[in-house]
């Protein structure tokens, strides 16, 4: 199943790299992919054998783990 998860930082930092740093948090058997990129915003698209409550978690532990200051999921 595909959950498609909004991410939102502020305006000046880079989405493509808050996506990246994320993506390499998240289970190595999970399918990623950028889906869009804008000025503080980001979709994520992801393949994963679990539930929307599950990857949620996972994303939000993803962003506090990492120098990603501003950027949360919406």
């Known amino acids: 199943m595909e959950n498609q998860v909004r991410l939102t930082g502020p305006s000046e930092a880079a989405p493509e790299l808050a996506c990246l740093r994320v ?6 058997r999970w399918s990623v992919r950028i889906l869009e ?6 979709v994520l698209g992801l393949c994963a054998d ?25």
């Open 37 to 42: 990129c804008g000025t503080g915003y980001a």
């Open 23 to 28: 993506i390499a948090q998240l289970p190595p």
């Open 50 to 74: 679990a539930s929307a409550e599950e990857v949620a978690v996972e994303i939000d532990e993803a962003i506090t783990a990492l120098p990603l200051r501003g950027w949360k999921r919406s």
